[in-house]
């Protein structure tokens, strides 16, 4: 972001979490990085109508929703359509050491579910951690073939937003928190989350398997629609203006 630019955009990608203290800062404060002069930005995109809620500080002709395309081609309107598959899925994160924490865990209880259940494990997508093969036969990548979202059960360490979309596409959910860490999960106190810490915890939830009935709610999504790009355009397009991203 550099001086002289008449319209910065900031582009929420991901989940803004209810205590990040990350979104704090005052919108067009200037500030010093390295003695070079930036400025905050002009508009924020917000990939979800919740957004505004949790950004409550920030004016709100600053806030722009616009759509969102973490979904791919997946719409909301298909959890309803999907067939639930005898599979878990063990999600990652960005911290190699809370996903190995996880896959620990899972490992000391997973013989508890059912015995046809497979194990999948989806490594967040910034990661080279390769440590399947240390946990044995039970436990394997996730086949490009196979539809995550169709899972029985997922698994995932609760900060990752691999979590919210889950919970957008009706798949039942157990997130794990450290026991010394912040719960800062972007689905924190929605309905049909379970959360753990210990193998215990994660033990009367895995031996349901695969016996879950997701808890209702009266409507699943968190982020924008993907269809078009009719608001982006709108955003970019302001007359008069000099466009950054960041």
Known sequence: VTKGYTNI???????????????????????????TEKIAPTHIACNATEQ??????????????????RMGKSLVTQAEKRVRENFVIIAGEYSDSHTKALLKLVASVHSYAADAARFYFRPHPSSTLDIVLEFGDWLSYLPEHVDPYSAGLAITVANTSFSA??????????????????????VYGKQGVLF????????????????FSFEEHSSRQIF?????????????????????LS
Not at 165 to 185: H, I, K, Q, R, T
Not at 196 to 208: D, G, Q, T, V, Y
Request: with cysteine.
């Open 165 to 186: 979309d889950c919970w957008e596409m009706g798949v039942p959910l157990a997130c794990y928190v450290g026991v010394s860490d912040l719960n800062m999960s972007p």
């Open 52 to 69: 505004e809620h949790l950004l409550a500080a920030t004016p709100k002709d600053c806030l722009f929703q616009v759509e969102s395309y």
């Open 9 to 35: 955009i900031a582009s929420i990608q991901s989940s803004v979490r209810f205590w990040d203290f990350r979104y704090l800062q005052n919108i067009q404060r200037s500030f010093l990085v390295n003695a």
């Open 224 to 244: 924008n629609g993907n269809t078009g790009f009719a608001k982006w355009t709108s955003l970019l397009s302001e007359p008069g203006e000099t466009n950054e």
């Open 196 to 211: 753990f810490s210990c193998p215990a915890e994660l033990h009367s939830i895995i031996k349901k398997y695969p016996n």
